[in-house]
């Protein structure tokens, strides 16, 4: 079995960002994909719907004319609120038949990357970082949330044959080590796998929190990577001061890969000798005045060249 280690990136990292209020400049998906193949990255997440052709015909032949794979697309769910479940599974299955169909006879199958619907909660969007025990679910609400992710991983499972991993993430009610262990000891560890992303977890994880450390502990449900950084500085001043999540990330909690606190040499070495193989995906949140996305792409990868990767 092969354990190569393949690089992607995504179209957040060229400033389309979910999040109302956040987008940079609105590079269109051909220049986007070529600065991505320019920079060194073999594999691409989809992007928000409509950000890249949804014929599927069209999508295959952008990246095979490109040699990119498709490695995933992010789709926010509000599962805490049962009402969601069904227009969720609505959503997720739009996406993962686009995702099945342009990668059909590719040797890389992408994921279906759910999350919760992130910063859409005041209070945890508030409190991103730094969230305190009673600001999380309750036991009935965790069930509920569970079944809500088993129902669109089991609906995408069955009528593409995709896999779902689910997103912790920052302004979420999935943020912190103890909330992502609440999800993965309700749900089934053959429908639902976990993307680990380095920053998310230690932003979410407090102070001194390690990446390596949540490696070690989710391990044997981790199916997919995410490579994010986070600048301990910024980080450190957003609790102090009470910054919410947007500020944070426009202070620039998300720094350049190799800038921050993640040990992306030890994370290397992790994934190694784990045997993980297929494609991590670097998210660089590339805001307005911070530079050229194609400039900190290249700058990404550069230093992942110098890790060994």
């Known amino acids: 079995m092969s354990t190569t280690i393949h690089i992607g990136n995504a179209p957040c990292s060229w400033g389309t960002l979910e ?8 590079i269109d998906y051909p220049r986007m994909l070529d600065e991505l193949v320019a920079t060194g990255y073999t594999g691409t997440e989809l992007g928000d719907w409509g950000y890249m052709p949804t014929d599927p015909a069209i999508l295959r032949a952008e990246l095979t ?8 697309a992010f789709v926010p769910v509000a599962l805490r609120d049962s009402a969601t479940h069904a227009p969720g599974v609505v959503a997720a299955l739009r996406v993962a038949r686009l995702l099945a169909a342009a ?3 590719a040797q890389t199958r992408p ?3 759910l999350a919760d619907n992130n910063g859409s909660d005041r209070v945890r ?7 305190r025990p009673d ?21 995408v499972r069955d009528e593409t044959g995709l896999r779902t991993v689910f997103h912790h993430h920052c302004a979420g009610f999935v943020e912190t080590p103890t909330e992502i262990a609440a999800l993965l000891e309700q749900t089934d560890p053959s429908l639902l796998g976990l993307v680990f992303d ?4 230690v932003y979410g994880a407090g102070d001194g929190a390690s990446a390596l450390a949540g490696l070690e502990r989710f391990a044997e449900r981790i199916w997919y990577v995410h490579l994010k950084d986070c600048d301990p500085q910024v980080a450190a001043k957003a609790r102090a001061e009470g910054f919410d999540y947007f500020t944070a990330i426009r202070r620039g909690l998300f720094c350049e890969l190799g800038r921050g606190c993640v040990d992306f040499a030890a994370v290397t070495r992790w994934l190694r000798g784990r045997g993980y193989s297929g494609y991590v995906t670097v998210e660089q949140d590339v805001l307005p ?19 060994g990767l």
Not at 19 to 26: H, N, V, Y
């Open 19 to 26: 999040f109302a209020g956040l987008e940079g400049e609105r």
């Open 65 to 72: 004319n490109r040699t990119i794979s498709l490695t995933g």
């Open 103 to 105: 990668s059909e006879g």
């Open 111 to 113: 994921f279906l990357v």
């Open 125 to 131: 969007t508030a409190w991103a970082g730094r969230v």
């Open 135 to 155: 600001q999380i679910l309750g036991p009935d609400e965790w069930h509920i949330f569970a079944r809500g992710a088993e129902s669109v991983a089991r609906a």
């Open 198 to 201: 380095t920053g998310h977890y």
């Open 289 to 307: 005045g911070m530079g050229a996305p194609v400039q900190s792409a290249g700058r990404n990868r550069a230093y992942l060249r110098g890790i």
